[in-house]
């Protein structure tokens, strides 16, 4: 009974105090219990990611015309969210709220504004990259923190709308980034087991849209770009990703005129991990009650 | 000269690599020597408000419908960022791409979502505090943490459209709310003291929209329900509002009907700190060396 199990898990969160209720699915308020694990796991991250060139955080949105260049409403539309803004005039805003308060849809004639929701952290990272120039012979590596937004409404705590990802990011030749994204799937695995979780090393696709989906991510596993490291988390049935780790050859390269210092198109890769869902994998498996965990687990994430 | 200024303070913290380059004014990338700053100044935060019943965090999105009620649309519809999401079928799809590939614009089409962006972070917690039923006699506190969003873009640092703001809230009686507000205004004083820096408490108006801004904003003066801390950021001649506290009367109470347990409407005072913008202050004050600033400085930020 997977449901049941999703919505009992939900429901223990709520109830040890480490989730809000929420009137919208995906969409929580995270309590202080919650939030320490999740600043603790943060810093474990950060030094992890340690040796790379540079470390950039963002907020929450995105120039809408750098997401656009990725190709990103072409392939993932329905989980695009989309900032649009008033920019009209006091006889537009009487208009509004006359439908306002008529209970009339008003915000269809809000336009778009020239930022988006970032629906993954490294996506801030290949535009600015591409602004600067060539990259270097040896490669760039970027350490990226971002607040996202994926529109999957969904009761399973797991799957948020709006959630945390922290991603290394690894640009340069081919085989600087393909050797990157195997050598990290590795540590990424080992980072889980200091953690106390054993997560397996799974091929995997996009969501990509529509009918050419099927066709997109069978060419994504026939050449082995995506991983994941899955476990259980809210259903013992159907095991989370809680970390991703992909091989992009050059589709960002070539998408944004990111180019190599011998003139070649840029290859990248990058490994991400949900915060979340990592929180939530710790709470499911090492217990509610943080203060209880595993000594070498509290030892590993900086807790003790 | 203080638009030079401004841009000086903008580029120098581009320069010691503090905040990325941006094509787009207010969304900003934070490098880590600001992350630093700002990890630490929200552990001091939340150590300082630890005495609040209880202490939620949001990521960047909040229930349209919430904000609705509590008449944002009608007092700020300038500074919302609403989220739109694509729903549409194959054929629709298609049509988005046509539009998307032939530079027309596309996004106009997208039907606004169930969210929008969190604009202040004590937002999030009116509506949920007025689900659970009438407030305690005792009145209750919440500290709450949130990225939020306001459509103001500047090329002044310190007038970010996307950030993160700490606040603790207060609901109950009347009395418990103004006493609330004028307490934390001292010790938020006192706070940034503690850091180094001389805030002075100023009588403030929100930004309302159109022409009733004007008597709305000189209501809320007349009535000192609101107060900043401000103190010289970017420009000397325009010193910035680094916190702020607010005493609401019974407007969100009302708005929302949010009860005491008497039955009377619950009224609600909040002191909110913009993270960034104490960050930047600092850099200001103390120079962009982290490392060198004041002993006594770096001790209560808890950075030695």
Same mark, same amino acid.
């Given at each position: 009974m997977s449901q049941a199990q999703v919505a009992g898990f939900r429901r223990a969160l709520i109830d040890h105090g480490l989730l809000g209720e929420t009137p919208i699915d995906g969409v929580y308020g995270f309590a202080a219990g919650f939030a320490e694990i999740a600043d603790a796991l943060s810093a474990v991250l950060r030094r992890a990611m340690a040796d790379a060139d540079e470390h950039l955080r963002f907020a929450a949105v995105m120039p809408r015309a750098d997401l656009e260049r990725i190709g990103y409403f072409r392939n993932f539309p329905q989980l695009l969210g989309s900032v649009h803004c008033f920019c009209g005039d006091e006889a537009e805003h009487r208009a509004l709220l006359r439908a306002h308060d008529a209970a009339e849809p008003w915000a269809a004639a809000l336009p778009p504004s020239d930022l988006v929701l970032i629906p993954a952290a490294c996506y801030t990272v290949?535009?600015?990259?591409? %602004?600067? /120039?060539?990259?270097?012979?040896?490669? @760039?590596?970027?350490?990226? +923190? #971002?607040?996202?937004?994926r529109r999957e409404p969904s009761p399973d705590p797991v799957r948020a709308q709006n959630f945390?990802? @922290?991603?290394?990011?690894?640009? /340069? %030749?081919? +085989?600087?980034? =393909?050797?990157? *994204?195997? *050598?990290? =799937?590795?540590?990424?695995?080992?980072?889980?087991? $200091?953690? &106390?979780?054993? #997560? +397996?090393?799974q091929p995997a696709d996009d969501p990509f849209f529509g009918? #050419? !989906?099927?066709?997109? #991510? *069978?060419?994504? *596993?026939?050449?082995? =770009?995506?991983?994941?490291?899955?476990?259980?988390? $809210?259903?013992?049935d159907r095991p989370t990703a809680c970390a991703s780790a992909n091989y992009h050859l050059d589709n960002f390269g070539?998408?944004? &005129?990111?180019?190599?210092?011998?003139? &070649?198109?840029? @290859?990248? !890769?990058?490994? &991400?991990?949900?915060? +979340?869902?990592?929180?939530? !994998?710790?709470?499911? @498996?090492?217990?509610?009650a943080s203060a209880r965990w595993p000594r070498a687990v509290r030892q590993a994430l900086g807790l003790d």
């Open positions: 290949y535009p600015r990259l591409a %602004r600067r /120039g060539a990259v270097p012979e040896a490669g @760039h590596i970027v350490q990226v +923190e #971002a607040t996202c937004f945390h990802m @922290h991603e290394l990011v690894r640009v /340069g %030749r081919p +085989e600087q980034a =393909l050797a990157f *994204r195997d *050598r990290w =799937l590795e540590r990424g695995q080992a980072l889980f087991r $200091s953690w &106390g979780l054993t #997560a +397996e090393i009918r #050419a !989906a099927v066709v997109m #991510a *069978r060419s994504q *596993r026939d050449r082995a =770009l995506k991983f994941e490291l899955v476990l259980p988390v $809210s259903d013992d070539r998408a944004l &005129g990111l180019s190599q210092a011998d003139g &070649g198109v840029a @290859h990248s !890769a990058c490994i &991400g991990f949900g915060i +979340e869902r990592v929180v939530l !994998a710790l709470f499911r @498996h090492h217990g509610f």
